[in-house]
Protein backbone atom coordinates (compact mmCIF):
# COMPACT_ATOMS: atom_id res chain seq x y z
CA UNK A 1 0.00 0.00 0.00
CA UNK A 2 0.96 3.44 -0.83
CA UNK A 3 0.84 6.88 1.52
CA UNK A 4 1.12 9.67 0.11
CA UNK A 5 3.14 12.08 2.63
CA UNK A 6 2.60 15.81 2.57
CA UNK A 7 5.61 17.40 0.80
CA UNK A 8 5.39 19.38 3.67
CA UNK A 9 6.49 16.65 6.00
CA UNK A 10 9.47 15.01 3.88
CA UNK A 11 12.70 15.19 5.04
CA UNK A 12 15.68 15.55 3.31
CA UNK A 13 16.91 12.27 1.02
CA UNK A 14 20.59 11.26 0.94
CA UNK A 15 21.03 10.01 -2.97
CA UNK A 16 24.12 8.71 -4.72
CA UNK A 17 25.66 11.20 -7.61
CA UNK A 18 27.49 9.36 -10.17
CA UNK A 19 30.09 11.75 -11.88
CA UNK A 20 31.96 11.14 -15.10
CA UNK A 21 35.07 13.08 -15.03
CA UNK A 22 36.41 13.67 -18.42
CA UNK A 23 39.90 12.70 -19.75
CA UNK A 24 42.37 12.84 -22.62
CA UNK A 25 40.60 10.75 -26.03
CA UNK A 26 37.26 11.60 -25.16
CA UNK A 27 37.26 9.05 -22.14
CA UNK A 28 35.90 9.56 -18.27
CA UNK A 29 36.21 8.25 -15.12
CA UNK A 30 33.45 7.16 -12.94
CA UNK A 31 33.09 8.20 -9.41
CA UNK A 32 30.02 8.98 -7.13
CA UNK A 33 29.42 10.69 -3.48
CA UNK A 34 26.05 10.78 -2.02
CA UNK A 35 24.19 14.42 -1.25
CA UNK A 36 21.03 15.04 1.12
CA UNK A 37 18.42 17.08 -1.11
CA UNK A 38 15.14 18.47 -0.24
CA UNK A 39 12.71 17.41 -2.66
CA UNK A 40 10.41 20.12 -4.09
CA UNK A 41 7.16 19.97 -5.47
CA UNK A 42 6.53 20.25 -8.99
CA UNK A 43 5.12 24.13 -8.99
CA UNK A 44 8.40 24.87 -6.88
CA UNK A 45 10.46 23.30 -8.99
CA UNK A 46 9.08 24.96 -12.33
CA UNK A 47 8.94 28.61 -10.51
CA UNK A 48 12.83 28.34 -10.08
CA UNK A 49 13.16 27.91 -14.28
CA UNK A 50 9.82 30.25 -14.60
CA UNK A 51 11.99 33.21 -12.58
CA UNK A 52 14.60 32.66 -15.18
CA UNK A 53 16.51 30.67 -12.50
CA UNK A 54 19.03 27.64 -13.84
CA UNK A 55 20.46 24.48 -12.34
CA UNK A 56 22.41 26.46 -10.29
CA UNK A 57 19.90 27.71 -8.65
CA UNK A 58 17.88 24.49 -8.46
CA UNK A 59 20.79 23.12 -6.54
CA UNK A 60 21.18 25.80 -4.10
CA UNK A 61 17.66 25.29 -3.44
CA UNK A 62 17.67 21.68 -2.85
CA UNK A 63 21.28 20.77 -1.91
CA UNK A 64 21.44 20.69 2.15
CA UNK A 65 24.51 18.09 2.68
CA UNK A 66 27.05 16.47 1.45
CA UNK A 67 27.81 12.86 2.34
CA UNK A 68 31.61 11.71 3.66
CA UNK A 69 32.30 10.67 0.30
CA UNK A 70 33.16 13.87 -0.92
CA UNK A 71 36.59 14.50 -0.59
CA UNK A 72 39.20 17.08 -1.75
CA UNK A 73 42.65 16.20 -3.72
CA UNK A 74 44.10 15.37 -0.42
CA UNK A 75 41.08 13.30 1.02
CA UNK A 76 39.72 15.31 3.59
CA UNK A 77 35.96 15.30 3.88
CA UNK A 78 34.68 18.74 2.08
CA UNK A 79 31.94 19.90 5.02
CA UNK A 80 28.91 21.45 3.14
CA UNK A 81 28.57 25.18 3.60
CA UNK A 82 26.98 27.45 1.38
CA UNK A 83 30.83 28.06 0.35
CA UNK A 84 31.42 24.61 -0.73
CA UNK A 85 28.35 24.03 -2.14
CA UNK A 86 28.97 26.65 -4.78
CA UNK A 87 32.83 25.69 -5.17
CA UNK A 88 31.03 21.77 -6.26
CA UNK A 89 28.69 23.50 -8.73
CA UNK A 90 31.07 25.74 -10.32
CA UNK A 91 32.60 22.53 -11.90
CA UNK A 92 30.63 22.06 -15.11
CA UNK A 93 30.20 18.09 -15.02
CA UNK A 94 29.90 18.01 -11.66
CA UNK A 95 26.97 20.78 -11.66
CA UNK A 96 25.47 18.55 -14.39
CA UNK A 97 25.55 15.18 -12.14
CA UNK A 98 23.71 16.58 -9.14
CA UNK A 99 20.92 18.13 -11.56
CA UNK A 100 20.79 14.48 -13.04
CA UNK A 101 20.80 12.76 -9.39
CA UNK A 102 17.70 15.20 -8.32
CA UNK A 103 15.68 14.67 -11.61
CA UNK A 104 16.32 10.59 -11.10
CA UNK A 105 15.51 11.43 -7.00
CA UNK A 106 12.12 13.38 -7.74
CA UNK A 107 11.08 11.35 -10.49
CA UNK A 108 11.44 8.15 -8.77
CA UNK A 109 14.12 6.30 -10.65
CA UNK A 110 16.66 4.10 -8.87
CA UNK A 111 19.70 5.11 -8.55
CA UNK A 112 22.41 4.16 -10.95
CA UNK A 113 25.28 2.40 -8.24
CA UNK A 114 27.79 1.52 -10.73
CA UNK A 115 31.26 3.13 -10.58
Known sequence: MFKLVKMTEMKSINWPVMVSVPQDGGNV???S????????SGP???AIYNKGGNDEDLLRSVV?????????QQGAV?????????AVIAVPYVR????NAYLDLSNGRKASTKN
Open 29 to 31: MKY
Open 33 to 40: FTADFNLL
Open 44 to 46: DFQ
Open 64 to 72: VGFGADLQD
Open 78 to 86: IPFSAENLE
Open 96 to 99: GAMV
